[in-house]
């Protein structure tokens, strides 16, 4: 019988059955992924890396897309160490711990989200998908990709996708290696099930000490990046006027006004 464990405030739903945990992003209309959000996530993946039984876990978004990505009003000043602590505790356990992730990625999939998606072990994505990293138009970067992205997709295309804040296709996202498979949207489902499948057939120790082994070499940079790539956000990109300008101006709704400083 599958288990829906729920808390409030709810931004998501995990729903756990034959080895297999669902969580479902749900925070209407584009799941913004706010500190609630943020904290649920953690909480969840702890509890789930305790739990014998479950081997697999699938990430997805409710409604239109995936995940619009972080919640703008966490990156001011004031909110940024809090929300790169938090945020950054999500993504440390998607990356060490011993199930074996996979994204479902439909509509769009931006910055924080993409960043999630990114580190999961395995990602599907609807062709009609839309992934990008756009936080250089707020005058800010995105810290999981500025340290793992290259790793998957190339120096050359992660400095291009960082750098102008590019959206691209689930088609391309496959295509650079963001995704594993792009396919219609309506194939989404069937696909991720298929693998899922293919998963629980396998030894699920197996499966937790071979990921362990895949990433070994990796993990230790990225834990060593990720430190960096946050204390530079902090320290200096938040002492910017450009900074600050990008996400006021995205708050007001207007065009930014860039000084250089």
Not at 69 to 92: N, Y
Request: net charge negative; with cysteine; proline share 4%.
């Amino acid at each position: 019988m599958a288990v829906v464990m729920e808390t409030k405030p709810v931004r998501m739903v995990v729903d756990t059955s034959s080895s297999v945990a669902r969580i479902v992003l749900r925070h209407a209309p584009l799941n913004v992924i706010d500190i609630p959000m943020m904290e649920e996530l953690a909480q969840t993946l702890a509890e789930l890396e305790a739990r014998s039984d479950i081997s697999v876990i699938v990430l997805s978004g409710e409604g239109r897309g995936f995940s619009a990505g972080v919640d703008v009003a966490a990156h001011t000043p004031d909110s940024a160490e809090a929300m790169l602590l938090k945020f950054h505790a999500v993504i440390r356990l998607l990356v060490a711990g011993k199930k074996v992730t996979i994204a479902a990625v439909h509509g769009p999939c931006l910055g924080g989200g993409a960043e999630l998606a990114m580190v999961c072990d395995l990602a599907y994505t609807a062709d009609s998908a839309r992934w990008g990293f756009p936080e250089i138009k707020l005058g800010c970067y995105p810290p999981v990709a500025c340290t793992a992205l290259a790793t998957l997709v190339g120096q050359k295309r992660a400095a291009e996708l960082i750098l102008t804040g590019r959206t691209i296709s689930g088609t391309e996202a496959a295509q650079m290696g963001l995704a594993n498979r792009a396919v219609p949207s309506e194939e989404l489902a069937a696909v991720v099930e298929e693998t899922v499948q293919e998963l629980l057939k396998l030894s699920p120790a197996a499966l937790a000490v071979t990921k362990k082994a895949f990433y070994a070499w990796d993990a230790m940079h990225f834990d060593k990046g990720l430190a960096r790539a946050e204390k530079i956000y902090l320290e200096e990109l938040m002492k910017t006027a450009d900074a600050h300008e990008g996400i006021r101006a995205f708050m007001e709704k207007r065009e930014p006004k860039w000084t250089g400083k």
